[in-house]
């Protein structure tokens, strides 16, 4: 079975960081971009990040960019999001998908059950 | 960037009915485009992608159609499982992906 698990979420205070894990596994990892999305209490889904097979290319959300990084380690078969300068917008459940791209391809799937992330002091 | 609008935000429909919600973006995004349903404390999951391809697994009362900015998402017969919030999404460019602000089906 293909999945994603998310692990790291939590309560943090406002400029403080968390750094989010994403485990896959029932695939073929290193062959697939990541992505990570995330969705506010009772809010829309939010793209945040992409990242490449290799992790030579990275994209951000005008949101996070600065703040945001995004990595991958390829033998562990996970995708890291790094979370700097927390703020309460930041509140959300932060889910990882593996991302289908390449000629035709352009979707989100599977994804994980999410992490939530909440940012007060 | 990219701005995907959906219409109706919200709808209430009886099961049986036949549904179509749409999706308008504000540049051509040739068939770039996929339809996510989620329900309350669930992940998204993937129903359409390419606009009109069916993934695997998802009932053939889903059905997806457009090109170029207008797509639909229709259920042909509603079924219990089906009120939920759905969601498009365009991947045009890898450098921004935008989300539609959801439709939220409910029982009427």
């Known amino acids: 079975e293909e999945k994603m698990v998310e692990s790291g979420g939590g309560l943090v205070q406002p400029g403080g960081s968390l750094r989010l894990t994403c485990a896959a596994s029932g695939f073929t990892f290193r062959s697939y971009w990541m992505t990570w999305v995330r969705q506010a209490p009772g809010k829309g889904l939010e793209w945040v990040a992409n990242?490449?097979?290799?992790?030579?290319?990275?994209y951000f959300a005008d949101s996070v960019k600065g703040r945001f990084s995004i990595s991958r380690d390829n033998t562990q078969n996970s995708v890291f999001l790094q979370m700097d300068s927390l703020r309460a917008d930041d509140t959300a459940t932060y889910y990882c998908?593996?991302?289908?791209?390449?000629?035709?391809?352009?979707?989100?799937?599977?994804w994980g059950p999410g992490t939530l992330v909440l940012v007060s002091s | 960037d990219i701005q995907l609008t959906q219409s109706p935000s919200f709808m209430s429909a009886s099961v049986g009915d036949r549904v179509t919600i749409t999706c308008r973006a504000s540049q051509v995004i040739r068939n770039y485009l996929a339809w996510y349903q989620q329900k309350p404390g669930k992940a998204p999951e993937l129903l359409i992608y390419?606009?009109?391809s069916l993934q695997s697994g998802v009932p053939s009362r889903f059905s997806g159609s457009g090109s170029g900015t207008d797509f639909t998402l229709t259920i042909s017969s509603l079924q219990p499982e089906d009120f939920a919030t759905y969601y498009c999404q365009q991947v045009n460019s890898y450098l921004a992906i935008t989300f539609g602000q959801g439709t939220r089906l409910e029982i009427k």
């Open positions: 998908a593996r991302f289908w791209f390449g000629g035709r391809e352009r979707w989100f799937d599977p």
């Open positions: 990242i490449k097979q290799d992790g030579s290319e990275k």
């Open positions: 390419s606009a009109s």
